[in-house]
Structures are given as C-alpha cells and as structure tokens.
C-alpha cells in the first residue's frame, strides 16, 4: 500500500469518529489519492497566523453599522463571564485569558443600542484587528446556513411518516482534548458494547430501523429531503397540523463523517462541479426519486434532535445566534466569541461583498481550518436563498481585546 494512501486511511478513519458540535454543514472536499498513483508530498498541515491591521485596513468598515454585532457580543460575553478569569480562551490562548474579555465585556454593556458611532467607538478603541491566514493564504471558503421551514405532526400519519429523532440514551460522546490537548475541538461518539466504545449506527442503518421501538420520535414530518437538509442547517422550525410552530435544534450526532451529496454528485459527473449547490442537490434529488433515498444515505452522519424554548437557534458556545452577525467557525483555531470582520463574496452578486462584523459562535461538521466560515443567514426566503448558494471566496480579521498579542502573531 503507499504511504500516502495509507496516510489518507489513518486521516480518514480518524475524521469518521470527530463529531461536530452543530450540524453538518456542506462543502467542497478533495478525493483520496488514487492507489497504485504516483505519489506527492503530504499536504501541509493547516496553521492559523495571525498579523497586526488597523481598523483602516478592514474593507467597508466604515459602512457597516456595527451596532447590529454587538447583540451578538454580549450574548457571547456573558458565556465568557462564567469562565475563570485566568482561563485561556480558545486554542493556544488565541485571544488571551478570560480576564482580558472582562473589561471589553463591561464596556460592551454600556453601548447604547442601535447608537452606530457609539458602536464603532467602542470596538475601534477596545480592539485590535488581525488577520488571519492559514500560514500566507489569507482567503477560504465561506458559505452560508439557515433556519428551515418544515411541516409536521407529533404523531405518525400515512403523509407524516419520517421522523426527527432525539438523542438516544446510549450514544457517548467524548470530548478528546481532556485525553490529547492537541485535539481541542474534536469529539468522537459511539456506544459502549462489552467495556468498548463502538462506532454507532450510520445513517442507512438508522433509516433502515436499527433504532425503532425506542421511542425517540421528537415530531413525524412529511418530507425526507427536508429532514435530510435538516440535518445539514442544525436547526429549524416544524409547523404543526395544528398550526403550532415547534423549534428543533441540534442535539448530538452518531459519530460518522460527514460526506457532502453535492461532491458526490459532481464526482459522479451528474452536476457540474461549479454549479453544485444546495437549489442544484434538490433538483436532482426531486427529479431522481428512485435514488434519492440511496444517494443521502451515502453521508454516514446523523443528527439528533431537542427541542428548543426561548430564544433560538443556539449556536456551538450555547447562545442564540443573531441572522446575519452570527459565524460559524473552527472552533480548534478560531475561539467562540470573538467578534470577526468578514470580506466575502455577496452569493447574489459577485460584483458585490458581504462586509460586516460577525461573531464566531458555531461550527459544523465542514467548517474545517484556520480561513473557513459559515454564515448564518437566519430565517426566511432570502436566508434560505443566500445560504443555498453561499459558496463565496474570502477572507477575515478576528478583533482581540487591546494589549492581547497571540501566540500565533507573526
């Protein structure tokens, strides 16, 4: 076997384990080597760096009203606050101790709301800027994600005849950073089988009953794709029969690997590779109905479910996201809670940019490096238009509290 696909194997097998603290969320990945082909170097491992700007060199910062983020920040500040002040926060002390968050946090408190320059006061005189680059490549990949819409039914009908399920009460998760440090940010999950954890059921097993008769059906909705998409965005709103709206979010997943469909499909030569999207994916699953089913089970991951009361979608920290200010990131480079400006391709227009103030406070099962983000568009038409086909090239800048020089600076 070469080394390089033997390499792969290893990689792969370990990713299959990692499991996401939000939904899976879809992306472009490259295929494994070919075996018996010639063999190149190991790719480089992703590195975060990070070099000192100034709020002068942040593209549209002067328009964007960033009194729209700062919802978002004291969301995420009053997470920081219950942390023990010497506590590093994020990887490596990223962007320093949880006390250097207490001051910004104080201040953010005393911004008046919807006061623009008050706003932009605050972050230009309490933050530093520094962009980030995965080693010298300062752009990546940025989509986009919503909250969908789906029809539903507490009970199982012949129309709502697919479930939403929750947790069930013998999948273990663990946190492997409390074994490897190196592994902050990843998790594995499975079931313990005679003192050893196992991989759980995949997504076809599941599908084909391997956990009926538990009794984990949270709602019965009528669509299967939906679902399927449900698991993607990881979270939703269900509209009952009775006209009730019930909030679902992500509560675990069995421990698989997320495979995107859309790689795929394009793979396969069945969508051109730059038209894969999420509007492309349904089309070609409503127009194969015969394959569709065996085509979703190809992606191993599966999402459970809870529902949610109060304010919602909660995000990866635990906190409600805000549409349009809330960024989903990786977590093993990139801290919840730091506020990020955003240079990213418009998914309307590519003439156009998405430039604002965004806080990291999610991940999913693709968001994966030191230059990646997911937009959380919110809920609605155009949330659902813009996260469909958010597959914009760009670039970002985290915002650290004033006197904090990470590890990573360059």
Known sequence: MPAAWARWLVAAALVGLVASCGGDRDAP???????????????????????????ADLPGWTTDDQAQALPALRRSCERIAAVDPARPVGPEGVSGKAGDWRVVCTAAAQVPANDAAAARRFFETRFQPWRAADRDQTEGLFT??????????????????????????DLVEVDLAQFRPALRGQRIAGRLEG??????????EIEAGALQGRGLELVWVDDAVDAFFLHIQGSGRVKLTDGTVLR????AQNGHAYVPIGRLLADRGQIPRESVSMPSIRAWLAAHPAEAGRLMNENPSYVFFRELKGDGPL??????????RSLAVD??????????????EDPLSRSARVRRLMVAQDTGGAIRGPVRGDVFWGFGAEA???????????????????????PQAR
């Open 29 to 55: 990945a490259p295929p494994p080597p070919t075996p018996g082909a010639a063999q190149t170097a190991p790719e480089t491992p992703a590195v975060l760096s990070l070099t000192p700007a100034r709020f």
């Open 144 to 169: 986009g994600y919503y909250e969908p819409l789906l029809s539903g039914s507490r009970t199982r009908t012949q129309r709502f005849s697919t479930p939403l399920l929750r947790r069930p009460p």
């Open 195 to 204: 003192g050893r954890l196992r991989p759980y059921p995949d997504r076809a």
């Open 248 to 251: 679902v979010g992500y509560e």
């Open 315 to 324: 995000g990866a920290q635990g906190v409600a996201l805000t549409p349009g």
């Open 331 to 344: 977590p093993s480079f990139v801290p919840y809670g730091v506020p990020v400006w955003l240079d990213a």
């Open 384 to 406: 659902a238009e813009r996260a469909g086909l958010m597959k914009s090239r760009g670039g970002y800048w985290l915002l650290l509290p004033q006197g904090v020089r990470p």
